[in-house]
């Protein structure tokens, strides 16, 4: 699962860079925010899940907490956040389904 982390922080730098060259500098910081809005709370949840795993712990409850923790983390991370930072919506949502989509293209890598 960590594997996926690392993809996603590749996407991410990648739509910043993108986004950067395409509105510049608050561009750069709106792709970010929005990416980072989903990778950290799925980073949380990746390493519960861990943790979890490796106490014994993991169940469905588990997993069903921890997804409704990173739907709800991300809806208030970019509630709260657009009213203190002017984001430029387009490389925000840029960012954001850049991290998203990630985990469809992980699959295809799965070794």
């Keep these: 699962m960590l594997k996926v ?3 996603q922080v590749a996407a991410l730098i990648l739509a ?3 986004a950067g060259f395409w509105v510049g500098e608050r561009g750069v910081v709106s792709a970010l ?3 980072s809005a989903y990778l950290i709370p799925n980073l949380l949840f990746v390493l519960r899940l861990e943790f979890a795993a490796a106490a014994g712990r ?3 409850v588990t997993f069903a907490v921890g997804e409704l923790f990173k ?3 991300t809806i208030v991370t970019l509630v709260v956040v657009q009213r203190w930072v002017d984001l430029h ?3 925000m949502l840029g ?3 850049a991290v998203l989509q990630t985990n469809l293209f992980a699959f295809l890598l799965k070794t």
Aim: proline letters at 0%; aromatic letters at 10%; glycine letters at 14%.
């Design 71 to 73: 739907v709800t983390a």
């Design 16 to 18: 910043a860079l993108i």
């Design 95 to 97: 960012g954001l389904f």
């Design 5 to 7: 982390i690392s993809l």
């Design 58 to 60: 993991a169940n469905v």
């Design 89 to 91: 919506w387009l490389a």
């Design 33 to 35: 925010i929005g990416g």
